[in-house]
């Protein structure tokens, strides 16, 4: 929320510097993300005025100007603009220049015409960013200066006028007359050193949305009075003797009175469209809205200041002279005033008149009721919307406005008369129109004070302070709050615009923050409290740990992805793969889904770093996985382990991974893992590839599928089930000394059928080896002349040792033996002889 200063300070007396008034009111609790100070930079723009205009003859985007910028002494010594024109012309045939100053400027703006007063940055101005103006040429014509438009004085370009967006600045009507001519720009616009602060407004600080809101916390954290703001009440003495009323004009009726608690339509007449006062454009653009005209701007101007949407009606389009606030047909078609004709449903909130809608409500109006220029009666409404129903049509249409915004917050219905008022008062203020007497004010509900009850000794020992009860309720009372002292019990009424406050912990907050957190007392819990991680964040360091020490570079990948990364890694198929959580409103179809399974992100990684020429990448991320569930419950959400492998020249190994799964496994306590080959995964390489028990897949991945994604090189990956890990983790060690007793070594040569893995086989040998076997490691795998067709050797390394003794040769024969005897009863396997 944009503040100007000086607009806040007009309701409350004083003034203070822009960092004292940040610093306060930061502690009183209002964040701030930005603070401006206007045209500190800028120096030598002088106002000026446009004599004669040309083109160029050189150029046909670019026309040369004769500007006059003669100060106010000079002028008054030459007199009239025709004189010094006359004048100009004399001293140039003499080869004089004279003491007025008439600059010769090339511009190409397309809005610039002769008698209009600009804002001219003269020979040495300084303009923000660092820009210098210097005299120069352009396509041979000279060029004494610049003409400003107002991005280039620093405002921005979301706030300019419409008329001189996209050219110059013609400035308001107040400025043009030759007295201004020659007067610093910013000195006479009420521009220099204008401060504006950025108010971070939290949702449930709806109050502070608005310029008198934040004046009401300024007034506060100062502790001055807040000065009311100005109203045309509808009963108002000036107004009697108009003949009608608005009654006479307009009927109101509520059908949904739960979505629309009150509304309240003025009339005015004799409307004569025209910019606005520059008072009033001057301190919509300070906060970031663009002057329309000075009906549009009033309505921005009052939602500005008092945080209460208005929109404003050509009467004559209103059939029959009836508002029904009822909802939309389902499937009504309804063009908004942006031009976009917008399919409604049936619990779209709608303004009616007589015979069709007219505005959609709380979110914008329509285009068959806008104010046009020939438009000369008005209705204006100030209505109050629940937050619900304006946030779910403003969601429902992709629709957001500085209307809805507020009223998804929530506005109060109190609210609505003073803004109507406020309105009217403006309209009189600025000649803009008649405003009528009387409001058609429907109101069935009207809403009852809300009375807090508080306990002084409550809120001293939740804040840790000694705060009297009379205390409080005076630091209370400059937010405006009605504050009855019992005792120590305190009746808070709060004003109608504070719809956060409901409970007593709500004053506790209101006290501190007034009261200075800064003075709240520090101490310490007297709990004692430990910290922690959970199992599942413990197990994921030690995996990063392993995984980065084998070499692997961690990955971070976005949950949106598209439906296709499961059809490009070949798992259309698979009902696991394909149960996607689909968003409602995607930003387009490559994030339309929530990813099943990390394999698609990794892979596009992968395919990224191949084509920018990458020797090798080796990554894993660990991520979540998202799963659609029946009956409209929540998703399944688990976290993934992914890990892939590319090295140019075809050296991304199997075994070199398998290797890496390994010693995660052997760090989480889970032993070797257990892998049972597997070739019917359509994503995976048949025959290079297997099962990881209960946990996951490893292997090589198919080469159509490297191929889809683009990489022309081998790709080894595993993805795994996270959460399974970690629960099946052990993480809880153990000391154990170092072996007393020396250790028994033993080697084995198996031949078996190509069909049996070596996996199993270590499983029988480490299930007979009983107490004694301390490691089973593979060394060697042979095919050739010795071994029969059809078969393969395998050779085991065997470690016997006893912690309490040192073992024969009896017992370790013996134990290898019983381990020999299983291998040939379960496996078929035969000793290789040496």
Request: charged fraction near 25%; glycine fraction near 8%.
């Amino acid at each position: 929320m944009k503040v100007p200063v000086s607009w806040m300070e007009e309701y409350v007396s004083g003034r203070f510097s822009q960092e004292d008034v940040a610093e306060r009111m930061v502690m009183s609790g209002s964040n701030i993300e930005a603070q401006e100070r206007f045209g500190t930079n800028v120096t030598g723009v002088v106002i000026g005025k446009v004599l004669e205009v040309w083109p160029h003859p050189d150029s046909d985007h670019l026309v040369v100007c004769r500007v006059d910028v003669t100060r106010g002494a000079e002028r008054t010594a030459h007199g009239a603009i025709d004189e010094l024109v006359a004048a100009e012309a004399a001293a140039a045939t003499r080869g004089e220049r004279g003491e007025r100053e008439v600059l010769q400027i090339v511009t190409g703006a397309p809005n610039v015409s002769a008698g209009d007063f600009v804002p001219v940055a003269v020979h040495g101005a300084a303009l923000p960013g660092g820009v210098t103006i210097k005299k120069g040429k352009l396509r041979g014509e000279v060029s004494e200066g610049m003409i400003c438009s107002a991005q280039e004085l620093g405002f921005d370009d979301k706030v300019v006028p419409m008329h001189c967006k996209d050219g110059i600045w013609t400035l308001p009507k107040e400025f043009r007359a030759d007295k201004y001519i020659g007067t610093d720009a910013l000195d006479a616009l009420g521009l220099r050193f204008a401060s504006v602060i950025d108010f971070e407004i939290t949702p449930n600080r709806p109050d502070c949305l608005s310029i008198y809101g934040m004046a009401r916390e300024y007034a506060a954290v100062y502790d001055r009075p807040l000065e009311p703001i100005e109203v045309l009440a509808r009963e108002d003495a000036s107004l009697a003797g108009a003949g009608q009323t608005a009654e006479d004009f307009v009927k109101v009726q509520i059908a949904k009175p739960e979505l629309c608690p009150r509304y309240i339509a003025r009339v005015a007449t004799d409307v004569v469209i025209e910019d606005s006062p520059w008072w009033m454009q001057q301190r919509l653009m300070l906060a970031g809205m663009r002057p329309i005209n000075n009906i549009v701007d009033i309505t921005n101007y009052v939602m500005l200041e008092l945080g209460h949407p208005i929109h404003a009606f050509d009467i004559t389009e209103i059939a029959g002279g009836e508002i029904l606030v009822d909802t939309a047909a389902a499937g009504e078609k309804f063009t908004t005033l942006d031009g976009t004709e917008r399919t409604l449903d049936a619990d779209t909130l709608l303004i009616k008149d007589g015979r069709r809608g007219v505005a959609i409500a709380g979110v914008m109006g329509g285009l068959n009721s806008e104010i046009t220029d020939a438009t000369t009666t008005i209705l204006i409404e100030a209505a109050c919307f629940t937050a619900a129903g304006i946030r779910r049509t403003s969601k429902k249409l992709g629709l957001r406005t500085e209307a809805s915004s507020r009223y998804e917050k929530g506005v109060p219905a109190e609210l609505a008369q003073t803004a109507s008022d406020r309105v009217c008062q403006l309209i009189q203020l600025t000649g803009a129109g008649k405003v009528l007497p009387g409001a058609a004010d429907c109101y069935p509900a009207p809403q009852a004070k809300t009375t807090i009850m508080a306990r002084a000794g409550r809120i001293n020992a939740v804040l840790g302070t000694g705060i009297s009860a009379d205390d409080m309720a005076a630091l209370l009372r400059r937010l405006e709050m009605g504050v009855e002292v019992k005792g120590e019990q305190l009746l808070v009424t709060p004003p109608a615009v504070r719809i956060d406050l409901k409970e007593e912990i709500d004053l506790s907050e209101e006290v501190a923050r007034l009261y200075g957190y800064d003075k709240l007392p520090a101490s310490l819990h007297a709990d004692s409290v430990s910290s922690g991680v959970s199992k599942s964040w413990f197990v994921r360091g030690i995996l990063r740990e392993v995984l980065t020490g084998a070499g692997l570079s961690e990955i971070a990948t976005y949950s949106f992805v598209s439906p296709e990364g499961v059809a490009l890694i070949g798992a259309q198929n698979d009902p696991k793969k394909t149960d996607f959580v689909r968003l409602l409103n995607p930003l387009g179809e490559e994030n339309s889904v929530m990813r099943t399974t990390l394999l698609p992100n990794m892979l596009e990684v992968l395919a990224r770093n191949f084509n920018r020429g990458n020797e090798e990448a080796f990554l894993f991320e660990i991520g979540n996985t998202f799963h659609a569930t029946s009956n409209n419950e929540l998703p399944s959400e688990r976290l993934s382990l992914c890990a892939a492998w590319y090295l140019r020249g075809g050296g991304a190994d199997f075994f070199l991974l398998k290797g890496v799964l390994e010693k995660a496994f052997a760090r989480l306590g889970l032993g070797a893992p257990a892998l049972v080959p597997t070739d019917d995964l359509p994503t995976w390489h048949p025959g290079r590839c297997a099962a990881v028990a209960e946990y996951g897949v490893i292997g090589e991945l198919h080469p159509d599928v490297s191929a889809r994604y683009g990489i022309e090189e081998r790709v080894v990956a595993f993805e795994l089930d996270f959460d399974a890990l970690a629960e099946a983790a052990v993480t809880a060690r153990e000391y154990s000394p170092l072996p007393k007793f020396p250790a028994a070594p033993r080697d084995i040569a198996l031949i078996v059928d190509e069909d049996v893995t070596a996996g199993r086989l270590e499983a029988v040998i480490r299930e007979k080896g009983g107490r004694t076997l301390e490691s089973v490691a593979l060394f060697d795998i042979y095919r050739g002349k010795q071994v029969p067709e059809g078969k393969k050797s395998l050779a085991f390394s065997l470690t016997f040792r006893a912690k309490d003794r040192t073992l024969t040769d009896e017992e370790v024969n013996k134990t290898q033996a019983r381990i020999v005897k299983a291998l040939e009863s379960e496996t078929g396997a035969a000793l290789r002889d040496a």
